[in-house]
């Protein structure tokens, strides 16, 4: 099973970007805490999430940098060449994303009177 949940803020705002097929996808960065084993400080592992489709539209409409979310989805690697060498990817694809702050939460980034505070809320 692959299963990934994972709680953090957005390090930087989602990138939403369109494929050559018409298909929309977010780019978002997620810092999750972490403890370091001996002193205790915390930490934090950058993990990249991609979003497709409706998670990203809902991901361009109601996220923003610092914002703490919840997300469930599943781990995917890939590889592609640059400047002739191989390079690996291990992103996090979602396919849920909540709140996990109440503050301010339901309110869409972008001021358009949108009312959804979650993913499965937005009708369509």
């Known amino acids: 099973m692959n299963k990934v949940i994972l709680m953090g803020r957005l390090a930087r705002d989602p990138e939403i970007q369109t494929t050559t097929t018409g298909k929309v996808k977010a780019l978002m960065t997620l810092a999750v805490d972490r403890m370091k ?7 934090a592992d950058f993990i990249g999430l991609v979003a497709w489709e409706k998670s990203a539209e809902f991901a361009d409409k109601y996220l923003a940098k610092g914002k703490k979310i919840l997300i469930e989805g599943r781990i995917q690697t890939g590889s592609y060449e640059k400047d002739g060498r191989k390079v690996y990817t291990t992103d996090v694809v979602c396919e849920r994303i909540e709140f996990a702050e109440s503050k301010g939460s339901g309110e869409p980034k972008k001021d358009d009177g949108g009312e959804y505070a979650r993913q499965e809320d937005i009708p369509f």
């Open 37 to 43: 084993a001996k002193d205790g400080t915390r930490a």
